[in-house]
């Protein structure tokens, strides 16, 4: 760094990483990006800790306070939801733009809405555990990732940022196409919408319908069997390539009763909640 040739062009130049566990790669440099780190434990039995840091621009406000939610989302997701700890022994958050997940790295814009900064960050850590630690296939089954990076987050990120109700967003969101001719059914396999074309029928499906049914699937098994069953799913597929029916028959198999009824119109039908007066 001090000879300033790092990133200067040579006949070959080679740098070495060593990781364990991760099924896709990327890196970033930066010769005057700021670099702030701290760390946590995630398991109370071992005491393992992961380093958590942020790598940013001088002029993301925002960014100054990564670390410290990032830290808060690690000890979320480690200990209360889904309660099994962060695979991985970092997590780097790095200011880059948009939202985009990747093992042991996310890549988030700023934002000068902390609300934002609070919801990119809980989004895309969360990833971690469903194509990465268990290997589910995103580009197949997006609802089996994105449902629950949305969904998982939820009463965290108003506890973290109290102006922020990103359940009542969601729901405004997915009411926009609910029950109409482009809300489908969320098992036809994201590879269909390819393109932009049917953007809206993506997000219902992959982000907006499967995260709303996973929060009612919690009312309807109640916190304690809700918790078990995702935490069970997670462990027992970890680097298994989970499929729908493994997602279904654990949660069968864990709440010791079939529950057909409640998959069958949120992920199979063009089933959608219904509307008590009153609501919007
Ligand atoms: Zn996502």
Redesign the pocket.
């Known amino acids: 760094m001090k000879r300033g040739d790092v990133t200067v062009d040579g006949d070959k130049n080679t740098w070495r990483f060593k990781a364990k566990y991760v099924p896709d790669f990327a890196f970033a440099a930066s010769d005057h990006y700021l670099w702030d780190a701290t760390n946590v434990v995630v398991d109370s039995l071992t005491s393992r800790r992961v380093v958590v840091a942020a790598a940013y621009k001088r002029e993301s406000e925002d960014f100054y306070e990564v670390t410290e939610i990032g830290k808060k989302v690690i000890e979320y997701l480690s200990k209360e939801l889904p309660g099994v700890p962060f695979p991985y022994p970092e997590i780097t958050v790095f200011n880059g733009s948009g939202?985009m997940?990747y093992p042991m790295m996310v890549n988030d814009g700023s934002s000068s809405r902390r609300s934002s900064t609070v919801h990119v960050a809980f989004?895309?850590i969360t990833?971690t555990y469903f194509p990465f630690y268990m290997g589910i296939n995103e580009r197949k089954y997006g609802w089996m990732d994105?449902g629950w990076?949305v969904m998982i987050p939820f009463e965290i990120q108003s506890r973290l940022e109290p102006s922020y109700d990103p359940i009542t967003r969601i729901v405004d969101r997915y009411s926009n196409s609910a029950g109409r001719e482009l809300d489908v059914p969320v098992m036809i396999p994201r590879i269909v919408f390819s393109g932009n074309v049917y953007r809206p029928s993506l997000r219902g499906a992959t982000y907006q319908r499967p995260s709303i049914a996973y929060h009612f699937l919690r009312d309807f098994l109640g916190e304690k069997l809700f918790r078990k069953a995702l935490k069970e799913f997670i462990s027992r597929w970890n680097g298994k390539h989970p499929i729908p029916y493994d997602f279904f028959f654990t949660f069968n198999d864990v709440a010791k009763e079939d529950l057909g009824r409640f998959w069958k119109p949120w992920f199979f039908e063009p089933g959608y909640p219904g509307c008590q007066r009153g609501c919007r």
Request: aromatic share 0%; proline share 0%; no cysteine.
């Open positions: 939202g997940e989004h895309e990833h994105e990076a």
